[in-house]
């Protein structure tokens, strides 16, 4: 669904990814795992747009996408819920949801909602309430529930866990495999991360250092200790 290859990119004249190449399949969570400053969500602002690409191709289901705007890629399908949530503080969550269908499911709005209100059933009392007064995992769950908004046919979820509690952390991933979409997992729970991916790159200054199955990263010593503190 998604491929990108050889990609450059970074801020101004700063380069911070430096040749990465990575694919994912119609189906499949990957797990994105790396520390600070290995250039994740730089990886993912150049992907959706937000960065302009230096050098490089994104594709996404066979479309060249590397210079489409950031409408453009939300109206193929492909979703970002960015890293700290960034709902609408001021709006409610009935307005922050419906937000998420401006671009794309318009036309399906109002099954989307009640879909997305069975997923995240926390939210069918706080529908009035303004965003900005919800705790952090409701709204997690609002900032995913609005990507679902938008009909996603690939979804990005950037640090999702992110300040919240072990307890929250578990129901959130939880969610997030019962899913059932292709997710772009960008995380530093690696535990987490790694009991529902189906593969995982972990990159390091701006380049994949190692891909493979969750099983395979768990038997490399090395990695283990030094890039995923395990």
């Known amino acids: 669904m998604l491929e990108v290859t050889d990609l450059h990119g970074g801020y101004g004249k700063i380069e911070v990814l430096r040749g990465l190449s990575f694919e994912i399949h119609s189906g499949e969570i990957v797990a994105l795992l790396g520390s600070n400053g290995a250039g994740k969500s730089t990886l993912n602002n150049t992907i959706c747009g937000l960065f302009p690409a230096f050098s490089g191709r994104v594709s996404f289901e066979g479309r060249d996408i590397t210079r489409a ?33 401006y671009r794309r499911g318009r036309e ?39 990507g679902l908004m938008a009909e996603p046919r690939l979804l990005i979820l950037d640090e999702p866990s992110l300040g919240l509690s072990p307890l929250l952390v578990e129901e959130l991933f939880l969610l997030i495999k019962n899913l059932k979409l292709p997710i772009l997992l960008v995380e530093q729970n690696v535990g987490q991360s790694l009991e529902i991916a189906q593969r995982a790159y972990v990159m390091e200054n701006g380049a994949i250092l190692f891909t493979g199955t969750p099983q395979e990263l768990l038997a490399n010593p090395d990695l283990k200790r030094a890039y995923l503190g395990l």
Request: aromatic share 4%; hydrophobic share 40%; proline share 4%.
């Open 69 to 101: 705007t950031p409408a453009d890629i939300v109206a193929a399908g492909l979703i970002q819920v960015p890293e700290g949530r960034r709902v609408f503080p001021d709006l409610s969550v009935r307005e922050n949801l419906e937000l998420g269908s």
């Open 108 to 146: 399906r709005r109002k099954q989307n909602f009640e879909k997305i209100l069975s997923i995240f059933s926390k939210l069918k009392g706080l529908l009035d309430r303004s965003a900005g007064t919800l705790s952090g995992g409701e709204q997690q769950m609002l900032a995913i529930g609005r």
